[in-house]
């Protein structure tokens, strides 16, 4: 996927007004629209200028396309950072009002999801509902939490520039909360009018990635290393699972690295708990003394055995 500097496409600075973007979108407008153009590539430059236009005109979508920051050339390969937009405030999910369906990937890749799944929205002059991806570790999701979130908000300065407010909020975070699980924190969106409450704030919980837990649903992965005798003679070894607790899982005699095992009831808390599942990873002892190079030498001779032999052989 190639970065769009959308700056460059409509000439303007990074630091350009509302105004400024406005009038180099009309200049360039009148120069390539299809209709009155004389340009032979008028048709792809005015998509590439309305796309640009639709960013930097939109005071969200250009504060989370300015986050990524200047250091990329036009056209080089690019992939966003995971969850690059966790922590922005949007008054509204997805890429807004539809608009941008012919746009590129990059557009689709930044915006296609920003603040997350359309919901319904509320009574005629209650308040716009907002939108925030966040962050939280898988500790935190698996038992609950009460934390601190700061979220940054997108508004124009009195020189029409973008700038970031912060406002920080106490959030509960339930216990066993899934990937893209909603919280709604009621009230907490744009006021009203006439009276009316104000709108919600909705999160999208994302999980950050952990040393040693994946989550998939309610079900939780870990690698589970053992030793060769563990694994040739069976063992029952400790687990430690996020919330500090210890369960104690019983490996089969002849247990291979890739082997799956599953402890059911022991996943993500919830209704209907997820699953354990453990992957199966033998590690060998380093034969760095000449006891252990001893041992080795003794299993290779009494052993017989030929992990390269057909099987059945």
Do not use: C
Not at 114 to 139: F, K, N, Q, S, T
């Amino acid at each position: 996927m190639e970065f769009k500097d959308y700056y460059a496409t409509l000439g303007v600075a990074r630091d350009a007004g509302a105004g400024e973007i406005k009038k180099a979108f009309r200049r360039l407008a009148r120069k390539y629209h299809p209709d009155v153009s004389k340009e032979a590539n008028a048709e792809a430059r005015m998509k590439e200028i309305n796309e640009a236009n639709a960013v930097l005109s939109d005071t969200e979508k250009r504060a989370a396309y300015d986050a990524l920051g200047s250091g990329h050339r036009p056209g080089e390969e690019f992939r966003p950072p995971p969850d690059w937009d966790a922590g922005f405030e949007f008054s509204r999910p997805g890429s807004g009002d539809g608009a941008g369906a012919d746009f590129s990937d990059f557009f689709a890749e930044l915006f296609g999801r920003m603040g997350g799944a359309r919901h319904a929205r509320g009574p005629r002059h209650r308040g716009e509902d907002h939108y925030a991806r966040i962050l939280l570790d898988i500790e935190d999701a698996w038992q609950g939490a009460s934390r601190q979130i700061s979220l940054r908000v997108p508004k124009l300065d009195d020189q029409g520039r973008v700038v970031l407010d912060t406002r920080t909020l106490q959030v509960q975070i339930p216990k066993g909360v899934r990937e893209g699980q909603l919280i709604r924190l009621a009230n907490q969106g744009a006021p009203g009018v006439q009276g009316e409450p104000s709108g919600d704030l909705l999160l999208e919980v994302h999980l950050k990635p952990h040393p040693r837990f994946r989550v998939e649903g309610r079900d939780l992965h870990i690698e589970l290393p053992l030793a060769p005798w563990e694994a040739a003679l069976g063992a029952v070894v400790p687990i430690a699972l996020p919330d500090g607790s210890e369960l104690k899982v019983r490996i089969p005699p002849g247990a291979q690295s890739g082997r799956r095992l599953r402890v059911p009831g022991k996943g993500v808390p919830g209704a209907t708990p997820g699953g354990l599942e453990l992957t199966v990873r033998v590690v060998l002892p380093g034969a760095d003394t000449p006891r252990a190079r001893e041992l080795y030498e003794t299993m290779a001779r009494e052993l017989g055995f030929d992990p390269r032999a057909p099987a059945g052989g």
